[in-house]
C-alpha cells in the first residue's frame, strides 16, 4: 500500500511528545506524498502542522484500530512499533489493572505496588495443565509451560527474571517457585517443596535491603535450580549467587538500609536467646544508621525475624548453628561501632582498650581482644629480606576495618548458602531441573561505579542469548511452516561484550592495573583511553579524565573510575584473617579455614587479600580479582541458559514514587528498551509479525468474499484467492502449512477494508431503515390532514345548517306576526259584534268560568302531584347518586387505605402516627389552656376596667355635685354628661365585646373539643389496628422463627455431614498414602530370593481397619478362647478385645447374680411367712431346701468373689506384659483364667434357668390348683382323695397364696412407685409451665431482632437436648434389645417344651400336679438336672427362605467369584446389585447360625476386597458399580435388622427374614463411610473425564454457528506447548459434554445406584463444569465478549434442558449454574448508564464484586462498532458494590465438594425368589 492510501483522512497517527513520550492525533486532510506538512488535530482540539521531511523527520507511526487495544500479546498488534507497545500496555495497566502483557515470548510484568488477589492455590490450579495461549498471561502460564516443556521435551529449562531495583524480580522469581511447588510437589514426605520455598525469606533476610526505588530490593543474583524426578516431582535444589553488594554493610545512601538481617537483630535484642549479643536500637550502631532512616512503613522487623528463625529450622539449621549465625553478625554491627582514634602524627593510630565494642566483638567471635586492637592499627610489610610492622593512619585503619566487615559478613553469606543447599541437595539424581534466574535489570544512576559496571556487563550478556533465541525461535516458525524467508538482520551487541571481556578489554586491564604495586584508577583510565579510544562503544567524555562512557544496547552510561581498582582487589589484611582463623569458635574458625584449602565451588564467590607473606605458599584464590570471579561464574551461567530452553520474564517499574496503578510513560519507555522488549518488537516487525490459521481468517473476513467462494469448501483455496484479490504485493504475505503470515500493517488493512465493508452495509441498512421511518411519517400525516379535513367540512356543513334553520324560524315569525296583525284587525271589527252579543252570553260565560274554575284547580291539584312525584324521583336519584359516591369514595378510600396500610406496614409507622397523633392532641390541650389562660385575663382586665369605670363614675358624679352646688354651671353639667355618656357607651361595648370573646371562646372550644373526641376516636382505631398489626408480626415473627431455626438446623446438619465426610476423605487419602509408602518401603528392601514369613505372622491376615468390631454382645466363651489359640501366643496377648470379651462376661455374670440373689432372697421370705404358719409334715423338707438354697447361694457368691479375683490377677498380668520374659505366662493365665470362667458361666447359666423355672412353674401350678380345688369339690363323692394328699394340696394352695399375696404386695408397691413417679413429673411439668410462662412474659418484652435471635437460641438448645436424650436412649433401648433377645430365645423354647406337655399334664390326675409341684420345691437337685437337660435341647430348626449356605473354606472363593473377579457386564442382564445381595444372603445364614466369626469375616473380607478392586479399576464403570452394590449392601443390613424404624417399609415375609442374633450397627456405619469414600472417587473419576471438555464445550465450540468471532492473534495462541498440525484447533463441543454425562447417567442408571445419590453426581459435576468454565471466563480476555454470552447462555439452557429430560431438575444441579448464567447475562446486558450500573447489581447476586469488575475489566468488543466499557462506569459499579461483604476470592474452587447423605432406600425384593446365574460359579452355595 501507498503513503497516500495509509495516510488519509480521519487516520490516527503517534507523534512524539516531551511528557508523555508519545501522543496521539487524528488528520485532517489527506497526505500527498511529497508534501512538507501533516494537518493533525490532536486529542485536545488543538490543530497542529507536522513538519514531514524525507530524512529528518519521517511521517509519523500509524495507530492501531481500537479493536486491538489491550490485546494479551503485543505481537497481535497489527502495526508494531514503540507507541503502540507503550499505549497497549498503559490501556491493559490503567483500565483494567492487568499487570501481565506477553511480547513474544517475553513476559512484561509491571509492578502493581499493590497486593493483589490473583496468586491463590485456586489460580494455581487453574493455570495448571493449561496451553500459555489459552488464558490470560501470568507469571504462572509461564511457569506451567516450562514444565510442561520440560516433562514433553525431556529438556532443562530456565526462567530469566529481569529488571532494575523495584520492578519486582524477586516477587516474580518467588511466585514461579510457589507454582513449581504446588504443581510439582514431592512424591514422599521430604517436604523438599516447603524448604525450596523456606530459602526465600533466609535469603531476602541476609541479601536484600532498602533502597530509594524498592523497599526489598535483592542486591545479588541468584539461580535456582528446582530438581525433578521421573516423575516429575520436587526432589532437590540448588542455589548459586552472583555479586553481592558488600559495599552496603559499611555504607548506605541517604534514606536507605543496610541489609534486613540487622535490623531484625536490633529489633528482637530484648529475646532471651539474643542478650547475650549485646544489641540495643539499630540507631545506636554506624552500619544501621548511615540511612538516617531505620523502619519500613508496614514491615515488622520482628515478625520478619520469626520467619527467617523458622525457615532456618525447616532447613534443618539447629538453633546453635543459628544462635552462632546471630553472633557473627551481631560483631559486624559492634566491629563497626569500634573508634579509631587518631596519633598526633597523623600517620598512627589506635583503639583504646576501654572499647565497648571492641570487647563485645571479641567476645563474640571468641578473639584476642589485644591482638584484634594491634592489628586493627597496623599491618605487616613482607619483603624478600624482612618482615615489617607498619602503622596505619586513621583512614586507613577504618578503610582496613569496613574491609574486614564485608569480608566477615561475605564469608557468612556464603556459609548460609552453602549449608541451603545441603539441605535442599537429594541423595538422588535428578531427571531434570527447572532454573529461576533472579538477577539485577540495566542499571543507570548519576554515578555509576563497579557494581553498575558488572551488572551491566551480565545484562549485555543476556541480552545477546536473548537476541539469539528470538532470533532462532522466528526462523524455526518460517521453517516449519515451509515458508520462503531471508535472513533478519537484528541487533548483535558482540562488539561491546568483546570491549569488556576481550584481550586487552576493560575487566583486563583492570586486572593488569590491579597487579601493578602502585596502580591507580587515574593511570588506569588513561590506559582505557589509549586502548580503546577507536571503539565505536567506547567513548571519553569531554569534561573529564577520570571517567569512560559505555555504549551498551540499552543508553550511555557514563562510568566514574575511582574506586575500581580498589574494588576489583577486595583487598583484607592477612593478620585479621588470621586472628579470626584462631578463633574460639568453631563456625568462624572453620569459615575463615577453609579460605586457604581447597577452592570453593564455582558457584559461591571468594574474595581476594592484596598482601601475602613471604613464607606461605601462594593462594591462586586470593590473587583472584572480583571481576574475573565475576567473569568465570557469568560464563557458567551463560553456559547452563545455553543448554536449557529460557523463557523470559521482564518487570517493569511504572513510577519512581511506589504509587498503585500509577503510569509514567517515560519510565516506562526506559526499561522497555534496555529490557529487550522493543528488540522483539522490531525482530517480530521485520519479518511476518501478524499470523492467522486458515480458518480463523476466513472466520474473520469471510464478509470481504462473494457467495461463491464463502459456499466453498477448500478454504485455503479462498483465502489465497481473497487475498491476491485484496493485496497486490505478493511479498506482503505468504501461505504457510496451517497459516497465512502477514507484513506488518496488513492485518490493520484488512482491518480497514472489512470495517469499510460493514460500514457501507451499515449505511445500506441506515437508508432502509431512513427510507421506511419516513414512509411511515408520510402515512401518519396523510391521514392527520385527512381527519382534520372531514372535522372541518362537518364543521361548515353543521354551520349552513344552523344558517338554513335560523332562516326557517324567522319566516315563521314573521308569518305569525302578519297573523297577529291581521287578526288585531278583525278583532277591532269583531269587537262591537261581541259587545253586543256579551249579554246574550253571559250565562254562557259564567257557565265556562265556572268550569274553568273546577279545571284550574284540578290543574294546581296535578301539579301538585306531579311535582311531589318529581321531588320524590329527584330524592330517589340523589340518594343513589350520594350512594354511588359513597361507594366509589369508599373503593377510593380503601384503595388508598392499603396503600397506606402497605406503607405503614411496620408497628415503628404505626407507633409513630400515634405518636404524632398524642403529640397534636397535646398541642390542641394546650391550645385550650392558652385560651382559657387569656379568657380569664381578659376576664380580669374587663372586671378591672369595669371597676375603674365604675370609681371614675363615682368620682364624676362627686364632681358634678360640687360643681352644681358651687358653681351650677349649665355648660359645665352638659360636658360632665356627655363625658357620662361617652363612658356608659364604652362600658356597654366593653361589655359587648365580652359577651362576643366568651361566645367565641365557647365555639372554639367545643370545636375543639369535638376535635379532640374525633382524634381520641381515631387514636382507638388506630390502637386496635396496632394491636392487630403486632399480632400479625409476632405470628410472623414466630413463622420466621421456627424457619429460621430449621433452616439454621439443616445448614448445621449439612456442615457437620460435610466436616465429617471431608475427615473420611482426608483418611482415605492418609489410608492411600500409607499403602504407597508401605508398597514403597517393600520395594526398596526387596532382595532376589526367598524370604520366610515370621512364624507370628497370618498369611491371611485381614487388611481391614475393622478388625476389633463385635458382632456379638454377650458372646461365646469357647468360640473366644478358639480365636485365641488361632491368633497365635504374641498376637493373643496383644489383642484387647480378649480382654474386653472377658470384661463383659464377667459383668453379665455379675448382674446374673443379683438376680439369683434377690430370688433367693424372695424364696427366704416366703420360708419365714410360712414358719409362722402350723408345721406340717413337709416341713423337713422344706427346711431342707432352704438350707439347700442358702448353700447354693453361698457358693455362688464364693464363685463370683474367685472370678473377681481371677480378674484382678488377669488385670495384674496384662499390665505387667511389657518384658517379653513374662508374655507367655500371661497368656497362659490368661487362657486358664478364660475357660474357668466360661465353665462358670455355664454352670451359672444352668442355675439362674432353674431358678427361672421353678418360679415360673409355681405360678402355673398355683393357677391350675384353684381349678382342682373346686373340681376336688364337686366330684368329692366320685373321687375321694386321701387326708394326706388333700392336707398337701391345702398347703400347696397356701404357699401359692403366699405367692400371690407376695406377688401383689409387690405390684403395689411398684403401683405406688409408678404414683410417686406420676407425682414428680407432675411436679416437673408444672416447674417447666413456669418457666415457659416466664420465658413467654420475657419474649414478649423483646424486640422482633431479638426476639428471633432469643428463639433460634432455644430451638438449639431444645434439639441440642433432644438429641442427647434420644441418643442415650438409643443406647440404654440397645443395650436392653440385646438382653431381651437372648432372654426371648430361651422363654421361647421352654413355651415350646410347656405347650407340648400342656395336654398331658391336664389329663394327669390333681395329685400328679401336686406332686409335680411340691417337687419343684422339696427336689430342687433333680430339679435343676431336669431342667438344665431341657435347655440344652438342641434347637429345632425351621424351614427358613431366603439365605444362602457356604462353608469357612469357600469364603476366599466366594469374595473372589462376586468381588474380585466381578465385572459390571457379567451381571448385566440380572437383578441391579446382585452381588450385594448375595452377600447379604449370606450374612443372614452365618446370623442365623449364631456364627459371628463367619459374619466378621465374611463383612470384612468383602470391604478390604471392594477396597483392592476400587483401587486396581479407576474408571467410572467400575466405581459406579461397586458404589451401588456397596449402598444397596447397606440398605439391606438397615433393611432387615430388626429395628422398628425400617421395618415399617417392610412386607410381612421380609420382616421375618430380619437377622435374629447379632446386631451390625457397627458394620453399617463400617459400610456407610465406604460409601462415602467411593462416592468421593466417583466424582473425581466423573470430573477427571469431563474436566478437559468443559472449557472447549462450554466457551470455545459454536453451539450458534456464524456467532462467535475472531481476533488476531499473538505469539503466545500461535505456539502453544502443543503443536497442531490440523486445518484448525480440535476440540469438544457442547454434544459431545451432554453426551458423556449422559453416558454417566445411564451407567448409575444400569447399575442400580438410588436416584438420590445419581442426583448428587450430577449436582458435582455440573458444579465442576459451573467453576471451571467461570474461572476460566475470568482468566481470558478473549472469551469475554457479547457473542461469548450468548453461546454461554445458549449452553447453560441446553444443560438444562438435559436435567429436565432426565428428571433431575429437582437435584439443585441447575442452580450451581446460576453463577455462569449471570455472567453470560452481564457480557450481554447494556453498561453504559447509572441505570444499567443498578440493573447489572440487582442481576449478579451469584457473582461476587471482585468477579463481576474483572468481567467488566476482561470484556472485549470483537468489531470496532461495539463500545468498550468505560472506565468511570466499572468505577460506578465498584462504588455500588461496596456494600456487599463478599469473599476476597476471585475464582470459584473446583474442588469443593458437596455433602453427601445417603437416604434410606428398602427394597422391595424377596429374597427367597432371588435368581442367581449359574454363568457365576457359585454352585458352592446352598439355598436353606
Known amino acids: ?312 529450622r525447616l532447613l534443618g539449621i539447629k538453633d546453635a548453628s543459628q544462635t552462632t549465625i546471630f553472633r557473627v553478625l551481631a560483631s559486624i554491627l559492634h566491629l563497626g561501632n569500634i573508634e579509631i582514634c587518631s596519633e598526633r602524627d597523623g600517620e598512627s593510630c589506635h583503639v583504646s582498650s576501654d572499647d565497648v565494642h571492641l570487647k563485645h566483638f571479641c567476645r563474640l567471635l571468641g578473639l584476642e581482644p589485644q591482638q584484634m586492637e594491634h592489628w586493627l592499627c597496623h599491618r605487616k610489610l613482607v619483603t624478600a629480606s624482612e618482615t615489617y610492622v607498619k602503622n596505619m593512619s586513621s583512614k586507613q585503619a577504618t578503610n582496613a576495618r569496613d574491609a574486614l566487615a564485608k569480608h566477615i559478613y561475605a564469608g557468612m553469606f556464603e556459609w548460609i548458602v552453602a549449608h541451603i543447599n545441603v539441605a535442599l541437595r537429594t541423595s538422588s539424581k535428578q531427571h531434570s531441573f527447572i532454573g529461576v534466574l533472579d538477577i539485577y535489570g540495566f542499571e543507570t544512576f548519576e554515578v555509576n561505579s563497579f557494581e553498575q559496571f558488572c551488572i551491566n556487563y551480565a545484562n549485555e550478556k543476556l541480552q545477546q542469548q536473548f537476541n539469539s533465541h528470538v532470533f532462532k525461535l522466528e526462523q524455526e516458525e518460517y521453517m516449519k511452516e515451509q515458508i520462503p524467508w531471508t535472513l533478519i538482520d537484528f541487533h548483535d551487541n558482540q562488539p561491546c561484550i568483546d570491549l569488556i571481556e576481550a584481550r586487552l578489554g576493560v575487566l583486563d586491564l583492570l586486572d593488569e592495573e590491579c597487579k601493578v604495586p602502585k596502580g591507580t584508577d587515574q593511570n588506569w583510565a588513561q590506559k582505557l583511553y589509549k586502548q580503546h579510544a577507536g571503539s565505536a562503544h567506547f567513548q571519553k567524555p569531554r569534561m573529564s579524565n577520570s571517567s569512560f562512557v559505555i555504549i551498551h544496547f540499552a543508553d550511555k552510561v557514563a562510568y566514574e573510575c575511582d574506586g575500581f581498582l580498589e574494588k576489583n582487589r577486595d583487598t583484607v589484611y592477612d593478620e585479621q584473617i588470621n586472628i579470626l582463623k584462631a578463633s574460639q569458635v568453631q563456625l568462624v574458625a572453620d569459615l575463615f579455614s577453609n579460605k586457604d584449602g581447597d577452592p570453593p565451588p564455582k558457584t559461591s564467590r571468594v574474595h581476594v587479600r592484596a598482601a601475602k607473606s613471604a613464607p606461605k605458599a601462594p593462594n591462586k584464590e586470593h590473587r583472584k ?49 534496555a529490557c529487550g522488549v522493543l528488540e522483539t518488537i522490531r525482530i517480530s516487525a521485520a519479518g511476518y509479525p501478524s499470523r492467522w490459521t486458515y480458518s480463523d481468517f ?80 408520510y402515512q401518519k400525516i396523510r391521514k392527520s390532514v385527512i381527519l382534520l379535513q372531514r372535522y372541518g367540512r362537518g364543521y361548515l356543513a353543521r354551520r349552513y345548517a344552523e344558517y338554513l334553520r335560523l332562516t326557517r324560524a324567522a319566516i315563521i315569525c314573521q308569518k305569525n306576526y302578519r297573523m297577529a296583525r291581521e287578526r288585531r284587525a278583525f278583532v277591532t271589527v269583531r269587537q262591537a259584534a261581541v259587545v253586543i252579543q256579551a249579554y246574550a252570553r253571559g250565562m254562557f260565560t259564567r257557565r265556562i268560568y265556572q268550569e274553568f274554575v273546577l279545571h284550574h284547580k284540578a290543574m294546581i291539584i296535578q301539579r301538585n302531584v306531579r311535582s311531589w312525584l318529581q321531588r320524590a324521583k329527584f330524592r330517589h336519584m340523589r340518594h343513589a347518586a350520594i350512594v354511588l359516591q ?133 387514636n382507638s382505631l388506630l390502637k386496635s389496628e396496632k394491636e392487630e398489626l403486632n399480632l400479625k408480626i409476632r405470628q410472623q415473627l414466630s413463622r420466621a422463627a421456627e424457619d429460621a431455626g430449621s433452616a439454621l438446623l439443616r445448614a448445621e446438619m449439612d456442615a457437620e455431614r460435610r466436616r465429617y465426610q471431608n475427615l473420611l476423605k482426608e483418611y482415605s487419602r492418609l489410608e492411600q498414602r500409607y499403602e504407597n509408602l508401605k508398597e514403597e518401603v517393600s520395594l526398596t528392601k526387596f532382595q532376589p530370593g526367598h524370604h520366610r514369613k515370621p512364624s507370628n505372622q497370618n498369611s491371611q491376615e485381614s487388611d481391614s481397619n475393622y478388625t476389633s468390631i463385635s458382632t456379638s454382645e454377650v458372646g461365646d466363651g469357647e468360640d473366644a478362647i478358639q480365636l485365641v489359640e488361632e491368633m497365635g501366643v504374641d498376637k493373643a496377648a496383644m489383642d484387647i478385645s480378649v480382654f474386653v470379651k472377658l470384661q463383659k ?64 490377677e488377669l488385670r495384674r498380668s496384662v499390665a505387667d506384659r511389657d518384658s517379653s520374659e513374662d508374655l507367655q505366662g500371661g497368656y497362659n493365665l490368661l487362657l486358664s483364667q478364660l475357660r474357668a470362667a466360661t465353665e462358670e458361666l455355664d454352670a451359672r447359666k444352668e442355675e439362674v434357668l432353674i431358678l427361672r423355672t421353678q418360679i415360673v412353674s409355681a405360678v402355673e401350678q398355683r393357677e391350675k390348683n384353684h381349678h382342682l380345688e373346686d373340681q376336688d369339690v364337686i366330684d368329692d363323692s366320685s373321687s375321694p382323695m386321701d387326708k394326706d394328699e388333700a392336707l398337701r394340696a ?75 436424650d434420644l441418643k442415650e436412649l438409643v443406647e440404654k433401648l440397645e443395650k436392653n434389645e440385646r438382653k431381651l433377645k437372648k432372654q426371648l430365645r430361651i422363654y421361647m423354647k421352654k413355651v415350646q417344651e410347656l405347650e407340648g406337655n400342656e395336654v398331658t399334664w391336664r389329663k394327669q390326675a390333681p395329685h400328679c400336679v401336686l406332686t409335680m409341684t411340691m417337687s419343684l420345691v422339696s427336689h430342687s437337685g433333680r430339679a435343676k438336672a431336669e431342667l438344665g437337660r431341657q435347655v440344652t435341647l438342641q434347637r429345632k430348626e425351621k424351614d427358613f427362605e431366603g439365605m444362602l449356605e457356604y462353608r469357612k473354606d469357600d469364603e476366599a472363593q466366594l469374595i473372589k467369584t462376586l468381588i474380585t473377579d466381578m465385572r459390571p457386564d457379567d451381571v448385566s442382564g440380572t437383578v441391579p446389585c446382585l452381588p450385594a445381595y448375595v452377600l447379604f444372603m449370606c450374612v443372614r445364614h452365618a446370623d442365623y447360625i449364631n ?139 457442547l454434544k459431545a459434554l451432554i453426551r458423556q454425562l449422559g453416558q454417566f447417567h445411564g451407567v448409575m442408571r444400569d447399575h442400580g445406584l438410588d436416584p438420590e445419590i445419581v442426583g448428587q453426581v450430577v449436582r458435582q459435576l455440573f458444579h465442576c463444569v459451573n467453576a471451571i468454565t467461570l474461572n476460566n471466563l475470568l482468566l481470558r480476555k478473549d472469551v469475554c465478549s457479547w457473542s461469548t454470552g450468548m453461546q454461554l447462555r445458549y449452553n447453560t439452557s441446553q444443560m438444562e434442558e438435559w436435567l429436565r429430560a432426565n428428571n433431575l431438575y429437582q437435584s439443585q444441579a441447575a442452580a450451581t449454574l446460576e453463577p455462569i448464567i449471570q455472567a ?80 434410606y432406600a428398602p427394597s422391595a425384593l424377596s429374597l427367597e425368589t432371588l435368581h442367581i446365574p449359574a454363568s457365576l460359579g457359585l454352585d458352592f452355595l446352598i439355598r436353606v
Open 625 to 673: 580479582t572480583v571481576g574475573l570471579q565475576f567473569r568465570s561464574s557469568l560464563h557458567l551461567l551463560m553456559e547452563t541458559l545455553n543448554a536449557t530452553t529460557p523463557h523470559y520474564v521482564r518487570c517493569i517499574k511504572p513510577n519512581d514514587y511506589k504509587e498503585a496503578f500509577s503510569f509514567d510513560s517515560r519510565r516506562a519507555v526506559q526499561q522497555l528498551r
Open 1720 to 1799: 453470560a447475562q452481564l457480557l450481554q446486558v447494556k453498561k453504559k448508564t447509572s441505570q444499567d450500573a443498578d440493573a447489572i447489581c440487582s442481576l449478579c447476586t451469584a457473582l461476587n464484586s471482585q468477579q463481576i469488575v474483572k468481567i467488566l475489566n476482561l470484556y472485549t468488543p470483537l468489531n470496532e462498532f461495539e463500545e468498550r466499557v468505560t472506565v468511570s462506569f466499572i468505577r460506578n459499579i465498584q462504588n455500588r458494590l461496596q456494600e456487599r461483604n463478599d469473599p476476597p476470592q476471585l475464582l470459584l474452587d473446583t474442588k469443593q465438594t458437596f455433602p453427601v447423605l445417603f437416604p
Open 886 to 1018: 359513597c361507594a366509589f369514595r369508599r373503593v377510593r378510600a380503601q384503595r388508598l387505605f392499603k396503600e397506606l396500610k402497605t406503607d405503614t406496614g411496620s408497628a415503628e409507622r404505626l407507633k409513630k402516627l400515634d405518636v404524632g397523633m398524642e403529640n397534636k392532641i397535646v398541642q390542641l390541650q394546650r391550645k385550650m389552656d392558652d385560651q382559657g389562660k387569656e379568657y380569664r385575663a381578659q376576664n380580669e382586665q374587663l372586671l378591672q376596667a369595669n371597676t375603674t369605670l365604675g370609681s371614675e363614675l363615682s368620682r364624676l358624679q362627686k364632681q358634678l355635685q360640687q360643681a352644681r352646688s358651687q358653681q351650677g354651671d349649665a355648660t359645665q353639667l352638659s360636658v360632665l354628661q356627655a363625658e357620662l355618656e361617652r363612658l356608659r357607651a364604652e362600658l356597654v361595648q366593653a361589655e359587648a365585646q365580652r359577651s362576643r370573646l366568651e361566645e367565641d371562646h365557647r365555639i372554639e372550644k367545643q370545636g375543639l373539643t369535638e376535635r379532640v373526641a374525633e382524634l381520641e376516636k381515631e
Open 1290 to 1364: 391345702y398347703r400347696g394352695l397356701n404357699e401359692s397364696n403366699k405367692l400371690l399375696e407376695a406377688e401383689l404386695q409387690s405390684q403395689t408397691r411398684q403401683h405406688g412407685d409408678e404414683l410417686e413417679a406420676l407425682h414428680t413429673q407432675i411436679e416437673l411439668l408444672k416447674d417447666d409451665i413456669e418457666k415457659k410462662q416466664e420465658m413467654l412474659t420475657y419474649t414478649t418484652s423483646l424486640s422482633p431482632e431479638a426476639l428471633l435471635e432469643y428463639s433460634v437460641q432455644l430451638e438449639i438448645t431444645r434439639l441440642t437436648n433432644d438429641n442427647l
Open 1145 to 1208: 462376661r464377667v459383668r453379665e455374670l455379675e448382674n446374673e447374680r443379683k438376680r439369683l440373689q434377690a430370688n433367693v432372697d424372695r424364696m427366704e421370705a416366703l420360708s419365714r411367712q410360712q414358719g409362722s404358719d402350723v408345721r406340717s409334715p413337709t416341713a423337713e423338707q422344706q427346711a431342707a431346701d432352704l438350707a439347700y438354697n442358702n448353700l447354693k447361694r453361698q457358693e455362688l457368691e464364693s464363685e463370683n468373689k474367685k472370678l473377681k479375683n481371677d480378674l484382678n
Open 1 to 312: 500500500m501507498s503513503v497516500n492510501e495509509l495516510y488519509t483522512t480521519f487516520t490516527r497517527v503517534w507523534i512524539p511528545d516531551v511528557d508523555e513520550v508519545w501522543k496521539s492525533a487524528e488528520i485532517i486532510r489527506d497526505y500527498q506524498q511529497g508534501e512538507s506538512v501533516l494537518h493533525l488535530r490532536q486529542e485536545d482540539g488543538t490543530l497542529l502542522q507536522y513538519p514531514v521531511g524525507p530524512k529528518s523527520n519521517p511521517l509519523p507511526f500509524l495507530r492501531n484500530p481500537d479493536i486491538l487495544v489491550g490485546e494479551n500479546d503485543l505481537t497481535a498488534l497489527s502495526y508494531l512499533h514503540e507507541p503502540a507497545v507503550l499505549h497497549n500496555l498503559r490501556v491493559r495497566f490503567l483500565e483494567s489493572n492487568h499487570i501481565y502483557t506477553y511480547c513474544g515470548i517475553v513476559l512484561v510484568a509491571i509492578n502493581p505496588y499493590e497486593e493483589l488477589q490473583i496468586y491463590g492455590e485456586e489460580v494455581i490450579n487453574a493455570y495448571s495443565g493449561q496451553n500459555m495461549g489459552d488464558m490470560d498471561p501470568h507469571i504462572f502460564a509461564v511457569a506451567e509451560e516450562a514444565y510442561k516443556q520440560m516433562a514433553r521435551d525431556e529438556r532443562n529449562q530456565s526462567i530469566i527474571v529481569s529488571g532494575e531495583s523495584g520492578a519486582g524480580k524477586t516477587v516474580s522469581a518467588k511466585y514461579a517457585m510457589r507454582f513449581f511447588a504446588t504443581v510439582g510437589g514431592s512424591a514422599n514426605d521430604s517436604n523438599v517443596e516447603e524448604k525450596v520455598l523456606a530459602s526465600s525469606p533466609i535469603m531476602e533476610a541476609i541479601g536484600n535491603a532498602k533502597t530509594t526505588r524498592n523497599d526489598n530490593s535483592s542486591r545479588f543474583g541468584k539461580y535456582i535450580e528446582i530438581g525433578f524426578s521421573r516423575n516429575y516431582h520436587i526432589m532437590g535444589a540448588h542455589m548459586r549467587t552472583y555479586l553481592l553488594e558488600k559495599s552496603r554493610v559499611v555504607f548506605q545512601a541517604e534514606d536507605e538500609r543496610n541489609y534486613h538481617i540487622f535490623y531484625q537483630l536490633c529489633a528482637c535484642a530484648s529475646a532471651s536467646e539474643l542478650r547475650d549479643l549485646s544489641l540495643t536500637s539499630a540507631e545506636d550502631f554506624t552500619y544501621t544508621s548511615m540511612g538516617e532512616n531505620i523502619f519500613i512503613e508496614g514491615v515488622s522487623d520482628a515478625d520478619d525475624f520469626s520467619k527467617t528463625r523458622q525457615a532456618f
Open 698 to 777: 476466513f472466520s474473520r473476513y469471510r464478509v470481504l468474499m462473494d457467495k461463491s467462494d464463502v459456499l466453498c469448501a477448500d478454504r485455503k483455496l479462498v483465502c489465497k484467492k481473497l487475498l491476491e484479490t485484496l493485496i497486490k504485493d505478493g511479498d506482503m504475505f505468504q501461505f504457510g502449512k496451517t497459516k497465512i503470515f502477514f507484513r506488518a500493517g496488513q492485518v490493520a488493512y484488512l482491518e480497514k477494508l472489512r470495517a469499510d465493508k460493514f460500514r457501507a452495509a451499515c449505511i445500506l441498512i441506515q437508508k432502509t431503515v431512513r427510507g421506511w421511518l419516513q414512509r411511515v411519517q
Open 1491 to 1629: 456364627a459371628d466369626h463367619k459374619v466378621e469375616s465374611l463383612l470384612t473380607a468383602s470391604i478390604n476386597a471392594i477396597k483392592r478392586v476400587l483401587k486396581r479399576n479407576d474408571d467410572f464403570d467400575t466405581t459406579s458399580f461397586w458404589l451401588a452394590n456397596t449402598s444397596r449392601l447397606l440398605h439391606c443390613l438397615k433393611q432387615y435388622s430388626g429395628d422398628e424404624a425400617f421395618m415399617v417399609h417392610n412386607t410381612a415375609k421380609q420382616n421375618e427374614h430380619c437377622l435374629k442374633n447379632f446386631d451390625l450397627t457397627e458394620y453399617r456405619q463400617v459400610l456407610s463411610d465406604l460409601s462415602i469414600q467411593i462416592y468421593q472417587q466417583l466424582v473425581r473419576v466423573g470430573e477427571a473425564v469431563i474436566q478437559p471438555m468443559i472449557v472447549s464445550a462450554m466457551l470455545e465450540s459454536e453451539s450458534i454457528p456464524s456467532l462467535a468471532g475472531v481476533k488476531p492473534m499473538g505469539y503466545r495462541n500461535r505456539s502453544s506447548s502443543v503443536d497442531n498440525d490440523g486445518d484448525g484447533p480440535g476440540g469438544y463441543t
